[in-house]
Structure formats: structure tokens, C-alpha cells
């Protein structure tokens, strides 16, 4: 604990609200804050006692008298160890290309979340081998709300797929579990564009990047005066969604009480504000999100058993990526294409070396995980396509022993072709494969599918079932 307590962060802020928040962030995980106003004091600063124990320096893109990544650039010539988090209000893949390339560690769109930025300073100051190559980054590229964007060919990505299309065109609660960066908020908004409310208001409240004293005026509102602090009247997530869609982000993380009070709204269907005299009867339909089984927090006594009952009558699974490896080709692609179509990047292919490299590893973070990992890869690319060089913290974490002569290409292909002992596998199993990859990488537009394999859509369907298949349509 003395180590953690000795750590010094620099801040180069000239917002005084701001540098007293992110200093009372910094110290309840045991970190000292130096606020600095500018850029000369900053690098003035490096050179002093203090600056010889700094261990992170936080900076705000508007500091005085210099352009931001030109200090960022300044600050990592002087010290090349030293982790830079760079805080901004620009959303701008450009911005965040030009930090990475001057040094920055991590990228941050403010207002950042407390446990956002407690992330950050914990990811870029650990000494475990992977973090600082496979760091999660906050950028962010627009993409279209709709299921076709949601790429896999897996059985159970494609289920769980079915099963929230289906649920989209109801009216009914539903609940989506998966792990963080699953894409459990890109398929909340393909739900949203699909259903009979798309037109209606929507709002999506993520709970964890809520402090826990403010959750519940945040979804129920308050009315003026209602405790200490409220100076004005405000209007709550679940009145704003009136007559629409209320998604809730990491619900597990929901207090008790708070949990109680929205099964009472859920039931009642309506909404009294704290310090409110009277309900107001609302419409809404909840989509819950949830990094936890919720079943298992019910059996641990954190989840209230008749909120389960009342927000999962649907429920939809999404798999990690580590039960998925073979959808990592198409998605690889999918992000490449993506970020090639940014400001200050460009296409690039990836090599069969490449894919092999990142389908072996497990990836904790899943899909939000490799997208950031492709972005920072495509930032320092210098070449037409990602080799396994461009990852050399994967290489290293995971080692030669892990590549083998002929997994590159088969990986490359989705399809594998031969058993571990060097035989070919059966007909069906191979048919069955590259079916699975063919809906993947048409997104599961069947009659397209259909043509492009040289079959009719009924004999489509009718292999389907064969096969077993039929989650996967």
C-alpha cells in the first residue's frame, strides 16, 4: 500500500472546477496530484524532485500557450517512460490519431467517467507485460444502428442475434448479458432502430459512469430543494423516455434501494421524483445491459429477484470472443475498413500471419478490445497491411510456441480443413463452416447468402436444418 500512496500525478489543467475534481478522483485510489497550469511550467516541472517521481501526467487538450500533442510530443522526448493521458471534448478519430502519434498512452472524451479514469491511470501504470499495448481507448467512429453491423457467424452470436430481432419488434423488457465490450450497447441501439418505438424518445443511462449517490436522481429526477445540493429541478431518465425506449447500461451495478424503487415504477408504471408530492404515470420500455449474470448476483443477495422477473422476460446472450475465434478474420477486416475511412488513416489489408496472431489470443476485453488494438496498429502502420510485427506485445505475450505452420492460413479462411492429426475433415463439418462464415460475412442477408454459395434460399434453409444450423440464420 506504501507504493500506491507514493504515486505522483501530474495535471496540467487550467480549470480550477476541473483540477479539484480529478484531484479528489485521483486520491481516493491513493494518488497525489501536482497541478500545473501551462506548458512551460509542465516541462519546466519534469526536470524537479517532484517531476523525477511523477508516475503519470493527465492533460487537458486546451492548455495555454501550445498545442497539445506538441507538449505531449515535448513531454515524451524528456521522459519516454512516462504514461500521457490526454483529456479532451473532441470526439475526433484525427485528434486522437495525432496524440497516439506524439506519444499519448491513452485518449479520454470528457466528461470522463470517474471509474473511466481510474481505468486509464490503473491500465497505464501496471507493469503487466500486455497492458500497455492492449489498453482499452475511448475513440470513436460512427457506425450504422442496425443488426448488419453486428458481425460473427458463430452459433451463439448469431442466436443471440435472432433472438434480439425477434424481441426488437415487441414492446416487452429485455435483458442482454455479456461481458464488457461484447457489444452489448451497439446491439441495445440495432434493437432501438428495429422497433416499433425507433421514432420515439430514447435514452440509454450508463450506471457505471454514474457516481452511486447520484443514480437515482439521474433515473427518477428531483424536484428543487429536494436534498442538499438540488437547486434546480430535474427531470429524470425515466420521464424523458416517456412514450419510448429507457436502456440501461451495466444495471448490475444498480443499488439496492435504487433497485427497489424502479421494480415499485416498473410495477406501477409511473415515476415520483425525490421530493415530489405525486407519480407521473409514463410509458417506457426498458432494455436492461448487464456485464454480470444477474442470476448469479440474485443467488449472491445483490439483485433483487422480482427486478430479474420484471426486466427478463427476453433474455439475450452474447458470447465472449474467446468462444468465437473464428470471427475474428471478418471482424478484423470489418474495423480495418473502418478506420481506414478516418481522418489521417487509410486502408490497410492484414496479413494471414496477422489473424493467426490475434485468434490466439483471448482477448479479456473482447470486441471493444481488438477494435482499439487494430486502431492503435493501424496508427503506427507504415506499411500496406498488419503484420504480426504491428502487435508486438501479443507476439510477445503469447510467444512462437503458439504459432504453428499451417494456422495462419487456415485461420485467414474461417475454415479449417484438417484434425489436429492431419486428416481431412468430414464433408459435413467443412459444408457446416462455411456456411457459418458465408452468413457472417454477409451479414446475414440469407438470399444474398443463397447466391453467392450457388443455391437456391429454400435449399439455403433446408441445409440449415440439416446441419443443425438453424440459430445461425
Not at 501551462?38 to 519534469?46: F, S, V, W
Not at 463439418?429 to 446475414?444: K, N, P, Q, S, T
Amino acid at each position: 500500500m506504501a507504493e500506491i500512496e507514493q504515486r505522483l500525478l501530474m495535471l496540467i489543467d487550467d480549470e480550477p472546477a476541473q483540477s479539484r475534481l480529478i484531484t479528489a478522483l485521483a486520491a481516493r485510489e491513493g494518488w497525489r496530484t501536482l497541478v500545473v497550469r501551462d506548458a512551460e511550467t509542465a516541462i519546466a516541472t519534469l526536470g524537479t524532485r517532484q517531476g523525477m517521481q511523477l508516475s503519470a501526467i493527465v492533460l487537458d487538450q486546451w492548455v495555454p500557450g501550445d498545442e497539445a500533442c506538441t507538449l505531449i510530443a515535448e513531454l515524451k522526448s524528456r521522459r519516454p517512460a512516462l504514461p500521457i493521458l490526454m483529456l479532451t471534448t473532441s470526439a475526433s478519430p484525427l485528434l486522437a490519431v495525432e496524440a497516439m502519434r506524439a506519444g499519448a498512452t491513452d485518449y479520454l472524451i470528457k466528461p470522463v467517467a470517474p471509474d473511466r479514469l481510474m481505468l486509464a491511470l490503473r491500465m497505464a501504470t501496471t507493469r503487466e507485460a500486455p497492458r500497455d499495448e492492449l489498453q482499452p481507448l475511448t475513440e470513436k467512429m460512427a457506425s450504422s444502428p442496425d443488426f448488419d453491423a453486428m458481425i460473427g457467424a458463430a452459433p451463439t452470436f448469431r442466436t443471440a442475434l435472432a433472438i434480439a430481432a425477434k424481441a426488437a419488434r415487441g414492446h416487452g423488457p429485455v435483458l442482454i448479458e455479456g461481458e464488457s465490450g461484447t457489444g452489448k450497447e451497439m446491439l441495445v441501439r440495432a434493437m432501438q432502430a428495429a422497433s416499433p418505438r425507433a421514432k420515439a424518445p430514447f435514452r440509454l443511462l450508463n450506471i457505471g459512469g454514474i457516481p452511486a449517490n447520484s443514480v437515482e436522481s439521474a433515473l427518477f429526477g428531483h424536484e428543487k430543494g429536494a436534498f442538499p445540493g438540488a437547486f434546480d429541478r430535474h427531470i429524470g431518465a425515466l420521464q424523458h423516455a416517456d412514450g419510448g425506449t429507457l436502456a440501461l447500461d451495466e444495471i448490475d451495478r444498480l443499488p439496492m434501494h435504487v433497485q427497489q424503487r424502479l421494480l415499485e415504477s416498473i410495477q406501477r408504471g409511473d415515476v415520483r421524483p425525490i421530493g415530489a408530492r405525486h407519480s407521473f404515470r409514463i410509458d417506457v420500455r426498458l432494455v436492461a445491459a448487464s456485464n454480470l449474470p444477474l442470476r448469479d448476483m440474485v443467488a449472491g443477495g445483490h439483485f433483487l429477484p422480482e427486478l430479474l422477473a420484471a426486466i427478463g422476460t427476453v433474455t439475450v446472450n452474447l458470447p465472449p470472443l474467446r468462444e468465437r475465434p473464428g470471427d475474428i478474420p471478418a471482424l478484423a477486416r470489418h474495423f480495418l475498413a473502418r478506420i481506414g475511412e478516418q481522418p489521417g488513416l487509410r486502408a490497410l489489408g492484414i496479413t494471414d500471419g496477422a489473424l493467426a496472431l490475434l485468434a490466439a489470443y483471448d482477448w479479456p476485453g473482447n470486441v471493444r478490445q481488438l477494435q482499439a488494438v487494430l486502431f492503435r496498429a493501424a496508427v503506427f502502420c507504415d506499411g500496406d497491411a498488419l503484420t504480426s510485427d504491428d502487435f508486438p506485445q501479443l507476439s510477445n505475450l503469447l510467444g512462437s510456441d503458439s504459432m504453428n505452420g499451417t494456422a495462419p492460413l487456415q485461420e485467414s479462411a474461417g475454415v479449417v480443413l484438417y484434425t489436429p492429426d492431419g486428416n481431412l475433415r468430414p464433408l459435413e463439418e467443412i459444408e457446416a463452416d462455411v456456411i457459418r462464415l458465408a452468413i457472417g460475412h454477409y451479414r446475414g442477408r440469407m438470399t444474398e447468402v443463397a447466391r453467392r454459395l450457388g443455391i437456391g434460399r429454400s435449399t439455403l434453409y433446408r441445409k440449415l436444418g440439416e446441419l443443425g444450423l438453424e440459430g445461425a440464420a
